[in-house]
């Protein structure tokens, strides 16, 4: 079979998954999950399209089959933490797309197989990259949040809320990030679960280390007993200084982290400009003999040079 005709195929139905999985990123964040259950029950049940249901069902059957494998468990972990309403499956096939896209984009403009390895290479990660920089900024958005979160919890329970009380509150007067993680614990709670394990899916979600340090104390209150309000009180002062110190180091190292992001990309963006103005002259690189060492210590060099700048520019508080 032509290899054309098999990376066609595999962009159709990479686009088929895509626009489900859009759709579903453009549903509300805080709907409830039974009602949300209920909801494509009823939609499913009144749709006149029976390649969309079966698209629908085969996408959730194949899901539920390779989240099994732990890599899978841990990407749909992932998934959740940078709050991308995708399944696995839905994303497993958007990473296809955009590798086929860098492939057949490397393979047009160089005429050349190696040049579209490359490109390959690159469009493979960059899904990866959107990843991170998506559960980065989540976390970055929640961190900043805890030291008003603990103030409303022990405000709320020295005017004699209970814990789960207090909590329900939290999750209706903050904003996103927070509101909608302290609501599924409420939610957690009210399906059965206990308040303790229900915070602590709310750790493994979110992957905090200042959360952790929250949810610590009060089982630590838990099981010895004590004030609460004032364990709270005395946490809410250590995360303030360490959001504080974290703000400042940022701002400290803004400058050094965004050369390493444009030293990375520079080489990149010059590599595709110079394909698209003479690309017989590019494609001469990556011919074999000796001038295929120089586009792969190159590369080497990028990613060894972007790894040093992360790591002496990530400073642990």
């Keep these: 079979m032509d290899f054309s005709l098999i990376v066609g195929a595999l962009i159709g139905l990479a686009i088929t998954v895509v626009f489900i999985g859009v759709g579903r ?24 399209s029976r390649l969309a249901r079966s698209v629908g069902e085969l996408s959730q059957g194949f899901d539920k089959v390779i989240r099994s494998i732990a890599v899978f468990d841990w990407l749909a972990h992932g998934l959740q933490r940078a709050d991308l309403r995708l399944t696995v499956t839905e994303y497993l096939f958007f990473w296809l797309l955009v590798t086929a896209t860098a492939v057949a984009a490397g393979r047009v403009i160089s005429g050349n197989w190696l040049p579209a390895v490359v490109a390959g290479l690159f469009g493979a990660l960059m899904p990866h990259f959107f990843l991170r920089f998506r559960q980065g900024s989540r976390l970055h958005a929640f961190d900043s949040q805890l030291g008003n979160i603990l103030l409303q919890l022990s405000g709320s329970m020295r005017a004699g809320y209970g814990l789960l009380q207090a909590i329900d509150f939290v999750s209706h007067e903050m ?83 965004y050369s390493g992001y444009v030293l990375a990309a520079l080489p990149i963006l010059m590599f595709f400009v110079l394909m698209l103005i003479n690309p017989q002259y590019e494609s001469r690189l990556f011919q074999p003999g000796p001038t295929l060492c120089i586009p792969i210590g190159s590369m080497a060099s990028m990613l060894v040079g972007f790894l040093a700048i992360r790591r002496i520019v990530a400073i642990e508080v």
């Excluded at 709907?31 to 949300?36: A, F, G, K, T």
């Excluded at 679960?193 to 929250?214: K, P, Y």
């Design 25 to 48: 990123a453009l549903e509300r964040v805080g709907v409830d999950r039974l009602q949300e259950y209920i909801d494509v029950r009823s939609t499913q049940a009144h749709s006149t």
């Design 175 to 257: 904003p996103p990030p927070v509101g909608p993680e302290f609501g599924q614990v409420v939610r957690d709670v009210k399906l059965g679960r206990s308040v303790m394990a229900a915070l602590d899916d709310l750790t493994e979600r979110v992957g905090s280390d200042d959360l952790t340090l929250i949810v610590t104390s009060i089982h630590i209150h838990h099981e010895t007993g004590g004030n609460l309000t004032e364990i709270l009180e005395t946490v809410a002062g250590t995360i303030r200084e360490r959001v504080r110190i974290k703000g400042e180091l940022r701002s400290l190292t803004a400058q050094q982290r």
